[in-house]
């Protein structure tokens, strides 16, 4: 989610913050602007990596300003940009989005820039708190660190009987700072290719993703655990088992939701793996239901991520070594489920006020020691926001 | 006599009056477009192009959408009834495709008889004002 060509941004902002006087002379160019103004609590210090708040009442992590500018260029081009700046990095303003997109057909359009990785049914908006009915997405699911790639972009709608399709196809490459929260690594996923195919029909939306890249990202900790490992007599190629050298990765997921009359239901399942690297397939998935009344709107979340134990990786090594990276496989373990109350208010018609309260239960984060699988942790956490957008 | 009469056409003044009032207060919504568009339009069709899911008619004429500005009574009206979408609902629609670059929402015009003065003289253009507005300069393609 986050990028680290910072420079680009400052610039940008400043010719966006100019621009509303001259969308109004050229018709052709639209400023659009959306916000997040959060707050959130838990009930414990220690820092759950799933939880961006801690004990004191907070507002900078989920906090954020966005602004984009989109200019029809005639003929089906269009170039379009976004930039947006978050509490958590210190308001630092950074390109989310800035591509150009051409009209090959009357259906198809094709974008290349740096665009959204498609990899949820929210991703394309994660940042735009008011196109969505909680504070944030289930974060068992939305925790992937990276959310943008550079590359080209087809989409491509058409309908089957009474269904809508779109199907999203990307290729090309993230460089970003990966596992920002536990081990921050400069990597890259190269060969990045994927598709998203989405249909819907009156009340009913489906989607599936799969997406594919290889991973270089050279995590110290690992790098130096390899190193060791060789020292003591591993060869090369088990110790390149544990590195993120190179290694395919792969994206699976799924999702639906029912709008029918007042009654909203979605859910989303996804799988991550990294092959021979020294990381866990991880499952994830979460329910949501919702009911709008009028302007209000109540629902509840249920969430649940786990990871699962590889035992086959250290069975290679020798009988000597097996033990220790057994122990680096199992270091990695991690599960939780969470179980959310909220309500969304639509107090303006621009903007929304939501509050939410999550019990996180069975917290096993063994790398952190926050909660092990014989004794899991449970936290409490109380998110508020208001969202709008302009 | 004569005084009750007069008091009984007051009163039928008076309910007239009241339903011309609340007939004006509900009147139709007319969708509209240049006369030299001739091809006609289900429900279906006309919400897919207010909704950015297509940008032109069967048959294969491209059109423009046009919505009136502000939460007026005129735009709420059509949104839900023939959107099939509450304002809130409509405006986060919105912001899901704007904010990924995928369509842009229907300019807003500033009164229905701006609407009524762009669409008759665009061939491209497609819009809605109120039913006892429309004039010759315009054809219907829906009321309701």
Same mark, same amino acid.
């Given at each position: 989610?986050?990028?680290?060509?910072?420079?680009?941004?400052?610039?940008?902002?400043?010719?966006?913050?100019?621009?509303?006087?001259?969308?109004?002379?050229?018709?052709?160019?639209?400023?659009? =602007?959306?916000?997040?103004?959060?707050?959130?609590?838990?009930?414990?210090?220690?820092?759950?990596?799933?939880?961006?708040?801690?004990?004191?009442?907070?507002?900078?992590?989920?906090?954020?300003?966005?602004?984009?500018?989109?200019?029809?260029?005639?003929?089906?081009?269009?170039?379009?940009?976004?930039?947006?700046?978050?509490?958590?990095?210190?308001?630092?303003?950074?390109?989310?989005?800035?591509?150009?997109?051409?009209?090959?057909?009357?259906?198809?359009?094709?974008?290349?820039?740096?665009?959204?990785?498609?990899?949820? *049914?929210?991703?394309?908006?994660?940042?735009?708190?008011?196109?969505?009915?909680?504070?944030?997405?289930? *974060?068992?699911?939305?925790?992937?660190?990276?959310?943008?790639?550079?590359?080209?972009?087809?989409?491509?709608?058409?309908?089957?009987?009474?269904?809508?399709?779109?199907?999203?196809?990307?290729? !090309?490459?993230?460089?970003?700072?990966?596992?920002?929260?536990?081990?921050?690594?400069?990597?890259?996923?190269?060969?990045?290719?994927?598709?998203?195919?989405?249909?819907?029909?009156?009340?009913?939306?489906?989607?599936?993703?799969?997406?594919?890249?290889?991973?270089?990202?050279?995590?110290?900790?690992?790098?130096?655990?390899?190193?060791?490992?060789?020292?003591?007599?591993?060869?090369?190629?088990?110790?390149?088992?544990?590195?993120?050298?190179?290694?395919?990765?792969?994206?699976? !997921?799924?999702?639906? @939701?029912?709008?029918?009359?007042?009654?909203?239901?979605?859910?989303?399942?996804?799988?991550?793996?990294?092959?021979?690297?020294?990381?866990?397939?991880?499952?994830?998935?979460?329910?949501?239901? =919702?009911?709008?009344?009028?302007?209000?709107?109540?629902?509840?979340?249920?969430?649940?991520?786990?990871?699962?134990?590889?035992?086959?990786?250290? @069975?290679?090594? @020798?009988?000597?070594?097996?033990?220790?990276?057994?122990?680096?496989?199992?270091?990695?373990?991690?599960?939780?489920?969470?179980?959310?109350?909220?309500?969304?208010?639509?107090?303006?018609?621009?903007?929304?006020?939501?509050?939410?309260?999550?019990?996180?239960?069975?917290?096993?984060?063994?790398?952190?020691?926050? =909660? @092990?699988?014989?004794? *899991?942790?449970?936290?409490?956490?109380?998110?508020?926001?208001?969202?709008?957008?302009? | 006599?004569?005084?009750?009469? +007069?008091?009984?056409?007051?009163?039928?003044?008076?309910?007239?009056?009241?339903?011309?009032?609340?007939?004006?207060?509900?009147?139709?919504?007319?969708?509209?477009?240049?006369?030299?568009?001739?091809?006609?339009?289900?429900? +279906?069709?006309?919400?897919?192009?207010?909704?950015?899911?297509?940008?032109?008619?069967?048959?294969?004429?491209?059109?423009?959408?046009?919505?009136?500005?502000?939460?007026?009574?005129?735009?709420?009206?059509?949104?839900?009834?023939?959107?099939?979408?509450?304002?809130?609902?409509?405006?986060?629609?919105?912001?899901?495709?704007?904010?990924?670059?995928?369509?842009?929402?229907?300019?807003?015009?500033?009164?229905?008889? +701006?609407?009524?003065?762009?669409?008759?003289?665009?061939?491209?253009?497609?819009?809605?004002?109120?039913?006892?507005?429309?004039?010759?300069?315009?054809?219907?393609?829906?009321?309701?």
């Amino acid at each position: 989610m986050i990028f680290n060509n910072k420079g680009a941004g400052y610039i940008s902002i400043l010719a966006l913050c100019s621009a509303p006087w001259f969308a109004e002379a050229n018709s052709d160019i639209r400023i659009n =602007g959306f916000g997040s103004i959060a707050a959130g609590y838990a009930n414990d210090t220690t820092t759950f990596r799933n939880s961006d708040y801690e004990s004191l009442l907070e507002f900078k992590p989920g906090s954020r300003f966005g602004l984009q500018m989109t200019a029809d260029l005639g003929d089906g081009l269009a170039a379009t940009a976004q930039v947006l700046a978050k509490g958590e990095d210190d308001f630092k303003p950074e390109f989310e989005w800035a591509y150009l997109s051409y009209d090959v057909a009357e259906n198809t359009t094709a974008r290349a820039g740096r665009l959204r990785i498609p990899f949820y *049914k929210y991703s394309d908006f994660l940042d735009v708190g008011y196109a969505y009915t909680f504070v944030t997405p289930p *974060k068992a699911m939305y925790s992937l660190e990276f959310s943008s790639f550079d590359g080209l972009g087809l989409i491509h709608r058409f309908e089957l009987g009474d269904y809508e399709l779109s199907a999203n196809v990307n290729f !090309g490459t993230v460089d970003d700072t990966f596992f920002e929260s536990t081990t921050p690594t400069d990597g890259k996923l190269e060969n990045f290719a994927g598709i998203n195919l989405q249909m819907s029909r009156d009340f009913f939306s489906a989607y599936v993703a799969y997406f594919r890249a290889e991973l270089e990202i050279p995590v110290a900790l690992i790098e130096t655990a390899a190193a060791d490992l060789e020292a003591f007599g591993a060869t090369p190629e088990q110790a390149s088992s544990l590195k993120i050298d190179g290694d395919e990765a792969t994206f699976i !997921g799924a999702g639906f @939701s029912f709008d029918y009359e007042d009654i909203i239901v979605n859910a989303e399942y996804s799988q991550i793996e990294v092959k021979n690297a020294l990381d866990l397939v991880s499952d994830e998935w979460y329910l949501m239901a =919702g009911y709008r009344m009028g302007l209000l709107t109540p629902y509840m979340i249920y969430e649940t991520t786990e990871n699962k134990r590889n035992t086959t990786t250290a @069975s290679t090594f @020798s009988p000597l070594l097996a033990p220790s990276v057994q122990d680096a496989y199992d270091s990695l373990r991690f599960g939780y489920d969470g179980m959310t109350l909220g309500v969304r208010y639509d107090f303006h018609h621009s903007a929304a006020l939501k509050v939410q309260f999550t019990r996180f239960d069975g917290i096993y984060d063994v790398s952190s020691g926050y =909660g @092990s699988l014989d004794d *899991k942790e449970s936290l409490n956490s109380f998110l508020t926001s208001i969202d709008f957008v302009f | 006599m004569s005084y009750i009469r +007069k008091i009984v056409k007051t009163r039928v003044l008076i309910v007239l009056t009241l339903v011309a009032m609340s007939s004006s207060a509900f009147a139709e919504i007319a969708v509209i477009v240049h006369p030299s568009v001739s091809q006609s339009a289900t429900v +279906k069709d006309i919400a897919k192009l207010f909704l950015g899911k297509s940008k032109t008619l069967p048959g294969g004429i491209k059109l423009i959408p046009i919505a009136v500005e502000g939460s007026g009574e005129i735009t709420t009206r059509f949104n839900k009834d023939l959107l099939r979408k509450e304002d809130s609902q409509l405006k986060a629609y919105w912001s899901r495709l704007v904010f990924t670059g995928k369509a842009q929402p229907p300019k807003d015009i500033e009164s229905e008889s +701006k609407v009524l003065e762009l669409v008759a003289a665009n061939p491209n253009m497609i819009g809605y004002i109120s039913s006892d507005l429309v004039s010759d300069s315009v054809r219907v393609l829906h009321s309701f």
